[in-house]
């Protein structure tokens, strides 16, 4: 499958917030909206719902020296999207793994809780134990001990419902990351939701039959 980018006659520059057209600027997705050939939206149907929302937060939450590196990774969303519940799992995966180990101590309950849930959601679809752990949120776990502790005691024998966690639990656990990093004392906030973006980019895509996206020319911009 291809997915043909086109590119605006003048490229504007990534800013926070939604814009009513380009001559306005734009916001990652309403940009992925325009290279999609879709109506100029920041909630495109090119794009996987969670992931399009993971990719406004993070550009919202992003310093606007630091946004502009966001731009590479648009033509990598157009086309990405699935109603597969493991999508929405390995995106919220991604994002509280990245903020367990950073987020301030009062948010690492959160994290953990949703580092846990995530997997037991994808340990029954898998058929696994659902206390089985994927390594990447074992090594988060491992890095807020009392908060994983804290964690393992409130999720005992609590069962994860697709719907809810499609609906409710995911999305937040994405909000609450992003928010959390992005406010936490480390060097490189910005890189580190860009490196989260990027990550869940690549677990989806993992996901699916490789797709051949054109974009030599967003590559150039």
């Known amino acids: 499958m291809t997915t043909d980018v086109h590119l605006p006659d003048s490229m504007p520059v990534l800013s926070r917030g939604r814009h009513r057209n380009p001559r306005k600027g734009a916001c990652f997705m309403e940009m992925a909206s325009y290279l999609a050939g879709e109506r100029w939206s920041d909630h495109p149907g090119c794009t996987h719902p969670l992931l399009a929302s993971l990719a406004r937060l993070v550009n919202d939450h992003t310093s606007?020296?630091?946004?502009?590196?966001?731009?590479?990774?648009?033509?990598?969303?157009i086309g990405l999207t699935s109603d597969d519940v493991r999508w929405d799992a390995l995106i919220a995966l991604r994002a509280a793994?990245?903020?367990?180990?950073?987020?301030?101590?009062e948010m690492q309950n959160a994290m953990a809780v949703s580092v846990l849930s995530g997997n037991r959601l994808l340990a029954g679809l898998d058929g696994r134990p659902p206390d089985t752990l994927r390594p990447s949120s074992r090594g988060a776990l491992l890095r807020a001990p009392l908060a994983a502790r804290w964690a393992h005691r409130f999720t005992y024998d609590v069962s994860v419902s697709r719907r809810m966690y499609q609906r409710h639990g995911a999305p937040r656990t994405v909000e609450f990351a992003v928010q959390g990093i992005a406010r936490a004392c480390i060097p490189d906030a910005d890189e580190t939701l860009r490196g989260l973006l990027a990550g869940a980019i690549d677990d989806v895509t993992a996901t699916q039959p490789a797709t051949a996206v054109t974009h030599s020319a967003v590559r150039a911009w």
């Open 97 to 105: 793994e990245t903020a367990l180990p950073v987020v301030s101590a």
């Open 64 to 77: 606007d020296t630091g946004r502009q590196r966001l731009a590479e990774l648009i033509p990598s969303v």
